[in-house]
């Protein structure tokens, strides 16, 4: 049974370009989240998708979005990146009060 | 607001040497408690969780934590550390089903051979 997967792996884009990150949850887990870690810090909740539709969401701007496909897979999309949007984004799918994290995409906005 | 506190942002033990990492949260109720390991440019790896029940919690790679109520804390224990162990330590909570896990700023272990 596979895990959480995450692509790409790595990723480098400029100031002011827009991102798409994937993540495949584990097989039967019908709930996704998607966090942000900084360097040094830790996981910060960017939001959560359950049936397609966002049903939580952090403290983020909207600049952050996502999607949920009805596989469950999901995708985050960053609009307008930040140098401080540097980070590796992790991706959780979620059975009852468990969550399983991927290995995550690290993310370096020039 | 939930919180969760890590006092320690970095702990050195000797490899061989006990080890205890603390964990203390705020929450009117008892939250879901977890701890995950991160190797460098890693994911995270669950080590443990409290649920309810025992308030002393076996985990994978020899690690245990115990939940004190009275305290409000969580902290992690290992007797004895291996050089392996040198990672990124992060206590979390959640708070309700398929709610958001909270994570606090993580400790940060290193291992004198």
């Known amino acids: 049974d596979a895990g959480v997967t995450q692509s790409p792996t790595h990723l480098i884009k400029t100031r002011g370009q827009q991102v798409t990150l994937r993540c495949s949850p584990k097989?039967?887990?019908?709930?996704v989240s998607w966090y942000q870690q900084a360097l040094g810090q830790g996981p910060q909740f960017i939001f959560q998708y359950y049936e397609e539709e966002e049903r939580q969401r952090g403290n983020f701007p909207d600049r952050f979005s996502g999607h949920q496909f009805p596989n469950y897979s999901s995708e985050l999309n960053v609009n307008a990146l930040l140098l401080g949007d540097s980070a590796l984004y992790l991706c959780a799918s979620t059975s009852a009060y468990e969550q399983y994290f991927g290995p995550g995409t690290r993310l370096t906005v020039t | 607001a939930q919180s969760v506190t890590q006092p320690d942002i970095h702990i050195t033990v000797s490899e061989g040497a006990s080890l205890e990492l603390r964990c203390n949260y705020s929450y009117g109720a008892t939250p879901y408690l977890f701890w995950y390991v991160q190797s460098p440019g890693q994911g995270l790896q669950l080590l443990l969780k409290?649920?309810?029940?025992?308030?002393l919690v076996q985990g994978i790679k020899g690690f245990e934590a115990e939940f004190k109520r009275s305290q409000s804390s969580f902290n992690l224990r290992k007797p004895s550390v291996h050089w392996s162990d040198a990672a990124e330590y992060f206590c979390?909570?959640?708070?309700?089903?398929?709610?958001?896990?909270?994570f606090g700023p993580g400790t940060s272990l290193s291992v004198i051979p």
């Open positions: 979390a909570v959640v708070v309700t089903s398929y709610d958001k896990v909270i």
């Open positions: 409290y649920f309810s029940g025992d308030t």
């Open positions: 097989s039967g887990h019908d709930t």
